[in-house]
Structures are given as structure tokens and as C-alpha cells.
């Protein structure tokens, strides 16, 4: 099979009719085999019996029902461990994303040979409260991630080469980093592709401004357990030791003042208990221990877990 286009949705009952249509015009044009893969996010309205019924009328559309709402994210992974095509498309629900990239998209995966494209919708068609702190996170996911050929790591819009889809897992709200997911599973070969973004035509956006905070915790998140996760102790211990340093140098510094003062009978002299820096040290002995003590406990779990030894191999001869 050529292509699987995997679509999450959450209540867009009215725009998946034209969706798939859309979708299937542009794949018999082309000539691809394909398959759409639908995957309802516990959508309140009436998505699921539109779904069943596109069914009825186009075989290659594959539906997926969630009990309750659970997240873009775990849509996505869903629909990636059911997809069975060479490169894998993904796209919103809500015809913000033209199905019309779709060939040129496949075209860079197949003959550019890169690992995952993704879109970037340079002229968008959103207020300014949605933009600009776009704009910011994905400044922020640049520098940290050291992608930095990608404007827009959060658009729906993207194409991938199966290996990438099988070889990663999307939890929480990761979908906004796939990229920094698949760079850090070892797929380094990520490009971009300026995309039409399209105004909304049905229903209104399912996002709050709380993602772009919980943005934020997953993309130090991903920073973490990509950088460190079979490594714990390289993270707390290199702080704690640092943070003990710090706090031992500071004690000494204390002792030896007070020491020479007693020793040069300098009259004056503050107790040891009533300098603030006293305190400071203590405070960075204590958490350095506290942190040096996580990373040896965090060292024990990851050396326990089953996936300790797992690795992403490319090829073997």
C-alpha cells in the first residue's frame, strides 16, 4: 500500500464527508493505493455513525472509536499502529489541511528520502491569541530541540516513512514534537514543506489556552527523557554534586573565617548560626544529597525497566 492518511477528530460529524471525499479524489487521481484511517476521539456528536456510513460507501476508510475523549496524542498513536502504507499522512479533521499536498508530500518522503516532512502554514488563518504564542513555543522547540530548519512543529500536516510511525510512541499531548520524538528515536532526516492552511468551514477549535502550557511541560519532558532517560544519574548527579560542591565550599569558607578570627583575637566576630550564608550552604549540601540520592534511585529504576536494552536499529547485514 502507498499511503495511509490518518485523521484524529473530536465532533467534526459535518466536515468528514467532504474530507474523505476530498482525500480519495486526489489518491484515484494520482493512482496510489491508500487507506484513511479515522480515529474518533470520543467525539459527542454524531462522527461515529458518519463514519459508519463513509464506510459503507469507500472500503479503504478504516474507523476507530475511543470510549471517551483521550487526546490528539493518543489518536495519533492509535492510528499509527494500525497503519499499513509505505508513508504515512496525517492531517486535522477540520479541513484546515488540504488533502491537495498529499502528492507532493509523498513525492519528498519517496524520492528526497526523508524520514518526516512537515508542514508549515506560513499564511495562517487564526486570531492573534492563537499565533504569537505559536510563534514563541516553536522558538523555544528550535532552540532546545536543535531542529531548526522547522517553523511549525504543531501542524497537523505531515508525512512520514512507516519505520518513523512504528519506531516512536505519542502519549499526553506530544503530538506538537513529533519531530524532537523522531529525532531522538535516531530519525535525523526531517524537512519542511510550505502548506495551504485554510479557514475553519465547520465547528469551532477544541483547543483552550491551557495547551500551550502543558506544551511547555511536554517539551522539557521530551528534552529529559530523550537526553537522559537511560541515563538518570548524568542529570540529578551531575546537579547534586555540583549543588553538594557549592554548599561544602561555602561551610568551609564559614569555618575558616571563624577559625581565623579566633585565632587573630579579633574581638567581633558573628556566630557561625547567625550568618545567612550559613544557611545558604546547608540548604546546598542538603539538596545536593537529595539530588545525588534521586539520580542513584532513578539510575535503579531505569536499569530494572524492560527497555533498558532496547535500541532503534536501522540495518543489519
Keep these: 500500500m502507498d499511503i495511509s492518511v490518518?485523521?484524529?477528530?473530536?465532533?467534526?460529524?459535518?466536515s468528514l464527508p467532504e474530507l474523505c471525499s476530498w482525500i480519495s479524489s486526489v489518491m484515484n487521481n494520482n493512482a496510489f493505493s491508500y487507506e484513511i484511517i479515522l480515529v474518533d476521539d470520543g467525539s459527542s456528536d454524531e462522527s461515529w455513525e458518519v463514519i459508519e456510513q463513509l464506510k459503507t460507501q469507500n472500503p479503504a476508510i478504516v474507523g476507530i472509536k475511543f470510549r471517551r475523549n483521550y487526546g490528539k496524542s493518543a489518536a495519533l498513536n492509535v492510528g499509527f499502529e494500525a497503519c499499513q502504507g509505505?508513508?504515512?499522512?496525517?492531517?486535522?479533521a477540520d479541513l484546515q489541511d488540504s488533502p491537495d499536498e498529499i502528492p507532493e508530500l509523498y513525492r519528498r518522503i519517496t524520492e528526497e528520502k526523508f524520514d518526516l516532512v512537515s508542514g508549515w502554514k506560513q499564511k495562517r488563518h487564526d486570531p492573534l491569541s492563537k499565533t504569537i504564542p505559536t510563534k514563541l513555543f516553536n522558538l523555544v522547540t528550535r532552540r532546545m530541540s536543535g531542529i531548526y530548519n522547522l517553523h511549525d512543529f504543531n501542524c497537523g500536516l505531515k508525512a512520514y516513512r512507516k519505520e518513523v510511525v512504528k519506531s516512536i510512541e505519542v502519549y499526553g499531548e506530544m503530538h506538537r514534537y513529533i519531530p524532537v520524538i523522531a529525532k531522538w528515536a535516531g530519525f535525523k532526516?526531517?524537512?519542511?514543506?510550505v502548506v495551504e492552511h485554510r479557514a475553519r468551514k465547520y465547528g469551532t477549535t477544541?483547543?483552550?489556552?491551557?495547551?500551550?502550557?502543558n506544551g511547555f511541560l511536554d517539551l522539557l519532558s521530551i528534552f529529559f527523557v530523550g537526553k537522559f532517560a537511560k541515563r538518570p544519574m548524568h542529570f540529578f548527579g551531575t546537579i547534586g554534586a555540583l549543588s553538594f560542591l557549592i554548599g561544602t565550599i561555602m561551610a568551609l569558607w564559614i569555618i575558616i573565617e571563624k577559625l581565623y578570627h579566633i585565632t587573630m583575637h579579633i574581638r567581633y566576630t558573628r556566630e557561625v548560626v547567625d550568618q545567612p550564608l550559613f544557611y545558604i550552604a546547608l540548604v546546598a549540601i542538603i539538596v545536593g544529597f537529595q539530588l545525588f540520592l534521586t539520580g542513584f534511585i532513578a539510575e535503579l529504576v531505569s536499569r530494572n525497566s524492560p527497555e533498558r536494552n532496547t535500541y532503534q536499529i536501522e540495518k543489519t547485514v
Design 86 to 92: 509505505n508513508v504515512v499522512i496525517t492531517m486535522d
Design 206 to 213: 477544541k483547543f483552550g489556552f491551557s495547551r500551550f502550557i
Design 6 to 14: 490518518v485523521v484524529p477528530l473530536y465532533n467534526e460529524a459535518e
Design 189 to 193: 532526516k526531517i524537512g519542511e514543506q
